[in-house]
């Protein structure tokens, strides 16, 4: 790592020996949220970021997918670089048609640039709202990049924790692109995924033009247990939401690892078993191809097949 990056005291890198899936996945599967760490010699951490992480660039990213029997990536911005696009690009490029992207930009970048990143791969962008690693943006400018990617077919990606959507929800519905929900909208696992703060989530979901990543259960789970050492059950707490997603919304959901994990405190989990988790909230073949593979084709990579 080159000298100039100390990695964010605690820093938990991404685990290196990852299981081998009992779950076999679908073939054309897609890993539709997942994210590069420069290497920061190559592709400097923006000055802003309120983290510094491990390097994880994309050879490992893509050893990752070919070892898990993954077919293709939707690669994510990474708030520790900011605006500049240049390390997700880089990636998105280097797989040759088998990524997207999603970008994070500002008010000021100009429609030539937007036009390049629309012809390397890049589909969406990204809004934070989650306030430990990002600056608050105003709501008027983040409406204006929602109208000037709208003419691309580009859709937004929301971050945001559960019990901030009554606020959120509003803004939300006003933006004329579909939206792409971060974690299943972060809810509190410790409330009942039939309890009225995910109720709202879902009637959210319905309501808009939402599709939403069930990603991410050891970012939500409280109980877990963690995905390491084999275990078959992990993160226990969190399975009702996701399968409540799933089964009310088999059209408009997505999975992805959420590689490198950034900021995870607790533990670093097991991307193998991670895999084997997928199929306790897509509990049939046909829940799990609609999640893995027609769905994320559709968003990302419209007319052509698998």
């Known amino acids: 790592m080159d000298s100039t990056f100390t990695k964010s005291p605690g820093w938990l890198d991404w685990y290196s020996n990852p299981s081998t899936p009992r779950f076999k996945l679908p073939a054309g599967a897609v890993d539709s949220h997942c994210h590069v760490f420069g290497p920061g010699a190559e592709f400097p951490f923006a000055p802003e970021r309120k983290y510094t992480p491990c390097d994880a660039g994309k050879e490992q990213l893509f050893a990752l997918r070919d070892h898990l029997g993954i077919s293709r990536n939707v690669i ?40 390049r990143l629309d012809a390397a791969g890049v589909r969406g962008v990204r809004f934070n709202f989650l306030k430990r690693l990002v600056n608050a943006a105003p709501q008027e400018e983040l409406a204006e990049i929602a109208r000037r990617i709208a003419t691309l077919g580009w859709h937004v990606v929301i971050y ?38 995910f109720g709202r989530f879902l009637r959210f979901v319905e309501n808009n033009d939402v599709w939403v990543k069930v990603s991410c259960p050891e970012r939500l789970s409280i109980s877990g247990p ?36 950034p900021n995870l405190t607790d533990h670093m989990p097991d991307d193998g078993l991670l895999v084997d988790y997928i199929p306790r909230v897509a509990t049939t073949a046909e829940l799990q191809h609609k999640l893995l593979v027609s769905n994320p084709m559709n968003l990302y990579w419209p007319g052509e097949k698998a």
């Open 160 to 197: 945001f924790e559960g019990q901030d959507l009554e606020g959120l929800e509003g803004f939300f519905g006003s933006l004329p692109t579909p939206l792409v929900v971060d974690h299943m909208g972060r809810p509190d696992v410790a409330k009942p995924a039939t309890g009225p703060e």
């Open 226 to 261: 963690p995905a390491l050492d084999g275990e078959p059950q992990p993160y226990r707490d969190v399975v009702a939401f996701g399968r409540t997603v799933v089964e009310e919304f088999p059209d408009r959901v997505l999975w992805g690892t959420d590689w490198p994990h």
């Open 76 to 115: 994510v911005q990474a708030t520790c670089h900011g605006a500049d696009n240049s390390a997700m690009v880089d990636a998105v490029q280097a797989a040759g048609g088998r990524a997207r992207g999603v970008a994070t930009v500002r008010t000021d970048i100009s429609d030539a640039e937007l036009q």
